[in-house]
C-alpha cells in the first residue's frame, strides 16, 4: 500500500477504537508505514547521525505512537522503562522489541518492526526508553 492507504487506515483505527491521534499523528504513522510495508523507499539513516536521538525519534514516528509519561498508542516511554530496567538484559530486550515489533506485550495493537535500524541506532533508542 502506499502512504494514502496506510494513512487511511490509521484514520479508520483512530474512529473505529477511539484511538488518541492527531491528524499530524496519523499522517506521521502513515508515512512510516508506507516506508516501512508499503511501495515507499525509505533510505537509511546515515552512520553518521545514528547518535542524534531527536532525528532517530522523528524519522522513525516514534513520537506519533509512545510519549514519555502518557499511552498514546503504544505505552509511555517511562511504562516501558519501569517494565524493563531491572532485567538483567533489559538494553538488548527493548532494542530487540524495536527491531522485531509484535503484539500482545502491551495490548492488541501492534507494533511494527524498525528493520531498517542499525543495531547502534536500536541501542541508542532503547538507552534513551529505559533512561526515563
Not at 509519561?69 to 505505552?75: A, N, S, T, Y
Request: charge should be negative.
Amino acid at each position: 500500500m502506499d502512504q494514502a492507504q496506510w494513512t487511511g487506515l490509521v484514520s479508520k483505527m483512530r474512529d473505529n477504537y477511539r484511538t488518541p491521534l492527531s491528524d499530524s499523528d496519523i499522517q506521521s504513522i502513515g508515512l512510516y508505514l508506507s516506508a516501512a510495508y508499503g511501495s515507499e523507499e525509505r533510505a537509511p539513516l546515515p552512520v553518521a547521525q545514528a547518535g542524534n536521538l531527536d532525528d532517530l525519534l522523528s524519522r522513525n514516528a516514534c513520537l506519533g505512537c509512545h510519549a514519555l509519561e502518557q499511552k498514546i498508542v503504544g505505552p509511555s516511554f517511562k511504562d516501558i522503562a519501569q517494565r524493563y530496567r531491572e532485567q538483567p538484559e533489559a538494553l538488548r530486550t527493548v532494542a530487540g522489541h524495536i527491531g522485531e515489533g509484535g503484539s500482545g506485550r502491551w495490548g492488541q495493537i501492534p507494533m511494527p518492526p524498525f528493520t531498517g535500524l542499525s543495531s547502534e541506532e536500536l541501542e541508542h533508542l532503547a538507552r534513551y526508553v529505559l533512561e526515563q
